[in-house]
């Protein structure tokens, strides 16, 4: 059956098909091993509606989560969903990302071991790794606050300022992008760095080093692919089909 065919009465066709995808974006998760029980989110801005967002109804697990279960707030924190739950630190940490960056259309946010191990050290990422550089020039570091205040909020969004990859220290990683492809994309590119890099810190040597030449290069060729609606487009939907063979049902 179409998404259309259960797309609930009052509602656009525009926000139910960006409900699938994020109910989809859980579901690669869980997939990918992104989880910490009930306890990070992901967030898309319903279009047309630049004040409203979409996320996780608190308490769900990531495999539990469908189109219709996710909960749509605005960025002053009402629940316009009927008996709608949320967390209230990921809403000071999505509310605060959308309202600095109009352009973020989606926020991911993550507590996996390869992130949180690198919010353990300040600037911990180097440019030591291909997947790095898909990155790099595009990575900013947030101080740890206090969780779910006024001031967090602030904080954050001035920190995404300088970039859409975001290691929040002592505590995980956060990507922003116009798209759910395009955050996704940058998350995966994250993560990856960060395994990576914890790796290369128990060798017992020193990596070997990228010629700062084709750092630049890296960071010429992937502004321009950021730039465009299809970066991250082919590998979010080959890891949609991957959770769909799995059986996962979100589009309801």
């Not at 605005?74 to 949320?86: A, T």
């Not at 205040?149 to 929040?168: D, F, N, P, R, Y």
């Not at 993560?191 to 084709?214: F, H, K, M, T, W």
């Amino acid at each position: 059956m179409s998404a259309a065919l259960q797309m609930p009465a009052q509602m656009s066709e525009a926000e139910w098909a960006i409900r699938c995808e994020l109910a989809a974006v859980y579901h690669v998760n869980q997939l990918l091993g992104w989880t910490d029980t009930i306890n990070t989110h992901m967030s898309v801005r319903v279009p047309g509606e630049p004040n409203h967002f979409l996320i996780n109804n608190y308490g769900e697990m990531f495999d539990e989560i469908t189109a219709s279960s996710l909960v749509k707030m605005d960025i002053d924190g009402n629940v316009l969903s009927p008996g709608g739950k949320f967390n209230n630190a990921g809403f000071i940490i999505h509310s605060g990302v959308y309202k600095a960056r109009p352009d973020a259309n989606c926020v991911l946010h993550t507590h996996t071991r390869a992130g949180a191990g690198v919010s353990l050290l300040a600037k911990g990422l180097r440019p030591i790794s291909q997947d790095v550089l898909a990155v790099y020039d595009d990575i900013a570091y947030h101080t740890y606050g206090v969780p779910a205040t006024v001031e967090e909020c602030e904080e954050l969004g001035k920190t995404c300022a300088h970039g859409s990859c975001v290691v929040l220290l002592n505590h995980g990683l956060l990507t922003l992008g116009e798209t759910v492809h395009g955050a996704m994309m940058r998350m995966y590119s994250l993560e990856r760095a960060c395994e990576l890099e914890l790796i290369s810190r128990q060798l017992g040597e020193e990596p070997v080093a990228i010629d700062p030449y084709v750092i630049g290069k890296a960071k010429e060729r992937m502004q321009k692919r950021r730039a465009t609606n299809e970066y991250g487009l082919a590998e979010w939907r080959g890891l949609v089909r991957q959770a769909e063979r799995r059986g996962f049902d979100w589009k309801r």
